[in-house]
Each structure stands twice: as C-alpha cells, then as structure tokens.
C-alpha cells in the first residue's frame, strides 16, 4: 500500500504524541490506515508531500540516499536570493554535519496552487520575500532550512512538492489518497 498525503503546518509526522502535557496534531488526526509507516519526514513547521507505506522495500527506495531519488521543495525566503547564493546552493553547502550534496536551486513564482497558511507566515514592509525552487537528493535533519540560512535567505515557508514522480498536484493540505504501488 502507498499513501499520498499532504501534511499540513503544524502537525507531527508521527501518529502518536506521547509524553507530552499538550498533545499536538499528528498523522492520525488525518489518516485512519493501520499498518502504513511515513516514508522520511517532514517537520512539523514545514508542509507539503508525505508519504506512507507498508512496504518496506518501497520506504527504503524512497528514504535512502543511496538510491538518489530527488525531493523538489518551494521555499519561501526572506529577502530575493543573488546569483552568488543560488549558486552556493547548486553546489553544496558547508554545514555543521557536512557539505551537502549538489541541488538543483532556481528562483521561481509563488506557485498558483497555493494554499493559505494558518498561521500566515510573518510579513515584513521593508523585506521582499521570494520563492525558489530546490531539489534535493539526500534528507538530513531540517536541511533547506540550514542551506538557505546558510547563505544568507532564511525559509519562511516550506513546502515539500514532489518526491520521485508523486507529486501534490490535485491534494488538498489534509488530504490523502491511496496509490497503486507499481514502481
């Protein structure tokens, strides 16, 4: 079984919230399929594509780096990133675990299929904010956030767009749908 789900900002990538005073918003408040597992995540301030599987061989083709398969994010940034950063991006960045692996990087339009966000993100009248386009092939702990900071255009929004060949087209943030498995 596969899951195309499109998380919302503020909810957990996990289907439980134990231990805590106040339970926050996770998977389970969406989706009602026991036995499937999110394949990666996602962090609970970014949106965007998820998805779940119990397929163990599937979450290990779609999570591990060695097989490469390319994660597209819209990232909204403060500030309208210059060629020297955009180019930084595309070849990997310096960070505290490491250089990251070569992404692609473009600036791009705020896409015409987005949706608002709740809590709208904080506006600026002296900063212009941007968008660009990022694809990544390797998944460390809040990495687009750490890139874009990294050279000089911290993210605002993030939204997770495309994993391999699925994509959000069509799902509203909430929503799921089960997939045939055929790759």
Known sequence: MLIRFNKPFDVLPQFTDRGTQTPRRTLSDFIDCPGVYP?????????????????????????????????????QVDGIPDR???TALQNGVDLKDGRTRPAGAEPMDEPATLWPRTPPIRARKT?????????????????????????????LRLIRWQIGDWTLDGLAPGAWETLPVTR
């Open 84 to 86: 020297a950063a955009l």
């Open 127 to 155: 900063v212009p904010d941007s968008w660009i386009r990022l694809t990544l092939r390797e998944g460390r702990n809040r990495q687009v956030r750490r890139m874009t900071a990294a050279v000089g255009y911290p993210t």
């Open 39 to 75: 394949a990666g995540r996602l962090d609970r301030d970014s949106e965007g594509l998820m998805l779940l599987t119990d397929n163990g061989r599937l979450q290990t083709r779609i999570t591990d780096p060695a097989h490469k398969m390319a994660k597209i994010y819209w990232v």
